[in-house]
């Protein structure tokens, strides 16, 4: 299984080219009710819960060469970081970015996000290495918060992730 895919025709960003930083089955720190992916898996409130080994930059770096061979670079608008679950699990995210960017220079990254681990200072520093971060906040208040999102880690909560999209925002 390719950790790229596409393009393909994304309403928000356009023709992007896909990354998958997770692999199936998904792992997440929400399990939203409204995920196109479904059930979420592996329910976990951080990367440190996860006992096998995620995607690596090698990994990336490889199946993106084997896109890039057959692919006009020009005819991608975006590349976005998403996939099977939250992708800010990966903490080689950075890395991974980082070997992206040097095949195609020229095109942006982004990243899809759930922001519940935006409060921690090495998740701020891997998503640095992005052009656009698409951070959500589905709830202004608690309790729906809690209804809609499902986390894992129940000492996450609505302001925290609030502030740390702030701070993600004043300090990258």
């Not at 409204?34 to 990367?47: A, D, I």
């Not at 020229?106 to 998503?127: G, M, Q, T, W």
Request: glycine share 8%.
């Amino acid at each position: 299984m390719s950790t790229v895919y596409g393009p393909v025709p994304s309403w928000r960003l356009r023709r992007s080219l896909g990354i998958d930083v997770l692999l199936p089955p998904k792992k997440c720190t929400f399990n939203c009710v409204y995920c196109q992916l479904g059930k979420t898996r592996m329910h976990v409130s951080g990367p440190e819960m996860l006992s096998e080994p995620l995607v690596d930059a090698n990994r990336v770096a490889g199946d993106l060469d084997g896109v890039l061979k057959r692919l006009d670079l020009d005819s991608v608008e975006i590349v976005t970081f998403s996939g099977t679950g939250e992708p800010t699990l990966n903490l080689g995210l950075g890395k991974i970015a980082k070997e992206v960017k040097r095949r195609v220079s020229s095109v942006p990254l982004a990243i899809l996000a759930n922001s519940s681990l935006f409060h921690r200072r090495e998740i701020r520093k891997n998503l640095s290495w992005f052009d656009l971060i698409v951070a959500k906040l589905d709830a202004g208040d608690e309790e729906t918060f809690r209804l809609i999102n499902r986390p894992a880690d129940k000492k996450i909560d609505v302001e925290t992730i609030g502030d740390s999209i702030k701070e993600l925002k004043k300090n990258g």
